[in-house]
């Protein structure tokens, strides 16, 4: 089972690839800069080396495809396909007195704020003719 976490900021999003069934990670990497000018992709090669693919990423939706292009491109990809993707795990903050714990967003929103990020979420995969993510809200 391959786990896809991104952790999103204001300017940045970060993100790990995990192979569940081996117990290790099998990308990862992150955007820095986004909206601003300079914005770039750093990530770890399997070597443990790192590599920066500068572009420009006026927004978060723009860099998320950036983040699941790579995964798959034959030069920096460590899967073949978005299909190997079984889940996705997303870190929101703001949680406040309500969420004080991690919470599993697909099986029930509990709040405005937690059903807009699952929406911003499941936009940037719905959206994406290479991604067939199956979203149960």
Not at 15 to 23: E, Q, S, T, V
Not at 29 to 53: N, Q, V
Not at 63 to 92: C, Q, W
Request: charge should be positive; proline fraction near 3%; include cysteine.
């Amino acid at each position: 089972m391959k786990v896809l976490v991104l952790n999103c900021g204001s300017s940045s999003i970060k993100y790990k690839l995990f192979d569940m069934d081996h117990k290790e990670v099998i990308a990862q990497g992150g955007i820095e800069k986004i909206g601003l000018k300079g914005s770039f992709l750093k990530l770890t090669l399997p070597d443990g080396g790192k590599k920066i693919l500068e572009k420009d990423i006026p927004e978060h939706t723009v860099g998320v495809e950036f983040i699941l292009n790579t995964l798959i491109s034959p030069e920096y990809g460590a899967i073949k396909s978005l299909d190997e993707i079984n889940a996705v795990g997303h870190r929101m903050v703001h949680g406040g007195e309500k969420f004080s714990e991690s919470v599993c967003c697909l099986q029930r929103p509990g709040s405005a704020s937690q059903s807009c990020q699952l929406e911003r979420c499941k936009r940037y995969f719905r959206h994406s003719a290479r991604c067939s993510a199956d979203w149960r809200v």
